[in-house]
């Protein structure tokens, strides 16, 4: 009977061994799986990773160790897929290029997009008829005897921050496992291989810079596949256009509006840093972070962009001097009121660490390790989320009113308290007691709202923030609500003491999240941790921008907590969830014990989900490094 029990268990562990034997003969050259430039110890710890992944099926708990857990999770490494033949020879690789700068750093999203781009100079017929139109318009964008350069840029899970980042709040950020990757290469104008239809405007027009891009994905929403225009296009004179004009540019065709988050990082570049392009540039965009899911495919767009670009024309960018600069792109030319965190998350995060920003603008306070019991996930509720949103836009206009409320209050306040102090024109509402003059003063110049304390927000102001305003009763009674990137309707009603409130508490709601990260491993400290991301939530939901999705995910994951801490046998493994960037759709984010019955519970909220909706949700899962950390890649393909 013994050996009968035990002999599952030694067929499963002679598979294990056969499994990292073989990786270990292919990583030990190089060939699959991760760069042959690490070491033979990190080699072997990969393959024994992989050799425990190989083995897992879910519901089945085959004991895996901790630090594998953590190995997965920092190296984000997956089995390469098995080599597809086509006509009885072997499709494309990465193995194709020479890496001549940078490494892949075992991310196997990196070596299928080189794959992909190896496997341009061939022809599927497998390939469905609009994903062909793609692939034939970027097949003929790059040289093959030219260097070509990639950069990686990933999305990012929202775990507390979310829309108080314009405010300047304290946000945790985790930059997750999807990413967008971008190929370019720059040519004399001259030389560039050119589409049919550019190759007449050059004949018309002379050998001038053209810019040439090609949007892997194309078949999945309802953008074109491609974009092209004349650099040249971008100047007024010897200036660069005005980022207004690049807007109405850009919107005169809906379905190459996507190419704003490109081609703008372009203009942005010309404008702020002075840089001039006499190249052509052909630019390939694949991205695997999925779009309207709140976990900033934008962002992952423009930072790697951005990044490629940087790194063929040589420029020396610090990732945050970057994040600020794709922020420009999407404020000013795309034209979305959003903060910066989600352009530093993806410029500026690292693997299993969640970004530690305060956003006055954008300075990174710390990368915070994730503890080894704690796991984050993210759920898509399936309803789309943009920040160019109508509720992004309005809730973002009502807090700067708030603000602007709160500062003319407290010069109110200065006048009645001490007269002889300076004042400005704004009516106080009623007497107030007597404060200290230097406290005042601050608050009367407050730049950001997350710099007021609830305590004070409740103290002196709270009382006379009004639940709605419209534009017009506000600019009458306050001017300017001094926003550069929304203008207040005259005609709408705005709401005003939800998104002023939001801000101010959720920022003290960061920071008490942060600090309890540190704390004793207990099920009290992650019940406090959820019980902040609740509470963001429904705070959410007060400004306006919940939806049904998403409360529905929220409420899944309470339920299943609920019957848990009630059960006599075995306490929760989930422990909270809130709505994430944007709002209004999206995603969610959950917060769990890192263990095998947090997986399965997840797996049964996506069933239930669909079962009352239709809709299996997306799992977002893992982190990968930010583009800073990944740097950028100079390939040539080996047969060139």
Not at 54 to 64: F, K, N
Not at 464 to 493: C, L, M, Q, W
Not at 507 to 519: C, I, Q, S
Request: net charge neutral; hydrophobic share 35%; with cysteine.
């Amino acid at each position: 009977m013994r050996l009968h029990c035990e002999r599952p268990f030694i067929l499963s562990f002679y598979f294990f061994v056969q499994v990292a034997a073989h990786i270990l003969q292919d990583t030990a050259v190089g060939k699959k799986y991760i760069s042959g430039k690490l070491s033979g110890a990190r080699r072997l710890r990969d393959a024994i990773v992989l050799g425990y992944q190989l083995q897992r099926a879910p519901g089945r708990d085959v004991g895996i160790p901790e630090w594998y857990s953590l190995s997965e999770k920092e190296i984000g490494v997956r089995p390469a897929p098995a080599s597809r033949r086509i006509n009885g020879s072997a499709e494309s690789s990465f193995e194709d290029f020479e890496i001549l700068h940078g490494d892949m750093q075992g991310l196997t999203d990196t070596m299928a997009f080189l794959t992909s781009l190896s496997g341009l100079v061939g022809n599927d017929p497998r390939i469905p008829e609009k994903q062909s139109r793609e692939r034939t318009a970027a097949s003929v964008l790059f040289d093959l005897e030219e260097d070509i350069y990639v950069a990686r840029a990933p999305g990012r899970l929202d775990v507390m921050g979310g829309i108080a980042d314009y405010s300047g709040s304290l946000v945790l950020q985790m930059p997750i496992r999807e990413a967008c990757h971008v190929a370019i290469q720059r040519s004399d104008p001259v030389k560039q291989k050119l589409w049919k239809h550019t190759q007449a405007r050059q004949l018309a027009n002379g050998a001038v810079p053209i810019l040439q891009i090609v949007s892997f994905g194309s078949e999945l929403s309802n953008r074109a596949p491609t974009f092209d225009m004349d650099l040249s296009d971008f100047m007024d004179g010897d200036k660069p256009i005005s980022y207004e004009k690049a807007k109405e540019y850009f919107s005169q065709d809906p379905s190459q509006k996507w190419a704003a988050y490109v081609a703008g990082t372009v203009l942005v570049l010309m404008t702020e840093l002075g840089v001039q392009f006499t190249d052509s540039m052909s630019i390939l965009v694949s991205s695997s972070v999925p779009e309207g899911k709140g976990v900033s495919s934008s962002a992952s767009v423009e930072v790697a962009t951005m990044s490629a670009i940087a790194a063929v024309y040589g420029l020396n960018i610090a990732p945050r001097d970057l994040a600020i600069l794709c922020q420009k792109v999407e404020n000013h030319i795309v034209g979305a009121p959003c903060g910066v965190m989600d352009q530093m998350t993806s410029a500026c995060g690292e693997a299993n660490k969640l970004l530690a920003m305060v956003c006055q603008p954008a300075e990174v306070k710390e990368l915070v390790s994730i503890p080894t019991h704690i796991r984050f996930w993210g759920l898509d509720s399936g309803i789309r989320h943009s920040v160019g949103g109508t509720d992004y836009g309005s809730v973002r206009v009502g807090t700067y009113m708030g603000r602007k409320m709160i500062k003319c209050a407290a010069s109110d306040l200065i006048s009645q308290s001490f007269p002889s102090a300076p004042t400005q024109s704004c009516d106080a509402s009623e007497e107030y007691e007597k404060y200290g003059v230097d406290l005042l003063k601050s608050e009367a110049s407050l730049q950001y709202l997350c710099n007021l304390p609830p305590h004070r927000y409740e103290a002196a102001y709270a009382r006379d923030i009004p639940e709605f305003i419209t534009g017009d009763e506000f600019k009458e009674k306050y001017g300017d609500h001094n926003d550069a990137v929304t203008v207040i309707d005259p005609k709408r009603s705005y709401s005003v003491k939800a998104p002023t409130r939001h801000p101010i508490y959720e920022n003290f709601r960061v920071e008490a999240f942060k600090a309890l990260l540190t704390a004793a491993k207990t099920d009290e400290q992650l019940s406090a941790l959820g019980e902040l991301m609740y509470q963001c939530h429904y705070s959410y939901n007060a400004c306006g921008l919940g939806s049904d999705g998403t409360d529905r995910l929220v409420n899944l994951v309470q339920e299943i907590q609920h019957r848990k801490t009630t059960s006599q046998h075995e306490g929760p493994s989930l422990f909270g969830a809130k709505i994430t960037g944007g709002g209004s759709g999206g995603s969610v984010c959950v917060i769990g014990k890192n263990s095998l019955k947090s997986s399965e519970e997840i797996f049964e909220i996506q069933k239930r989900y669909k079962a009352a909706t239709g809709y299996l949700p997306i799992v977002f899962e893992g982190s990968s490094p930010g583009a800073g950390k990944f740097g950028y890649l100079k390939i040539r393909w080996r047969s060139a």
